[in-house]
């Protein structure tokens, strides 16, 4: 059985700086894409990126494309969202996922909430 679990969400000032993390127990961790997500009060889901497994590329959703980085390190089962100038806005649950290299998610956390005050 996968799980996931996120930590690392809290409440920052506008501008400040957060990393999340997210463990994998049980699976292959080194073989799946690992994707974040987060949705806010009253929106949809919405995509921040994904670290592939096969070579570790990413790819950023627009909105915190050049502020957020993930990463992963593969012998700790972890991947991880480095979340800089955080906005007000970037306030949401965050979320992260796992599934085979394209492939679909199979695998989601339960949530981290990140709150950004103005």
């Known amino acids: 059985q996968v799980q996931l679990v996120e930590s690392g969400g809290g409440l920052v000032q506008a501008g400040g700086s957060l990393r999340l993390a997210c463990a994998v127990s049980g699976g292959t961790f080194s073989t799946y894409t690992m994707g974040w997500f987060r949705q806010a009060p009253g929106k949809g889901r919405e995509f921040v990126g994904r670290?592939?497994?096969?070579?570790?590329?990413?790819v950023y959703g627009d909105s915190v494309k050049g502020r957020f980085t993930i990463s992963r390190v593969n012998n700790k089962n972890t991947a991880y969202l480095q979340m800089d100038s955080l906005k007000p806005e970037d306030t949401a649950v965050y979320y992260c996922?796992?599934?085979?290299?394209?492939?679909?998610?199979?695998?989601w956390g339960q949530g981290t909430q990140v709150t950004v005050s103005a």
């Open positions: 996922a796992a599934g085979a290299d394209w492939g679909a998610y199979e695998y």
């Open positions: 670290i592939r497994g096969s070579d570790s590329s990413t």
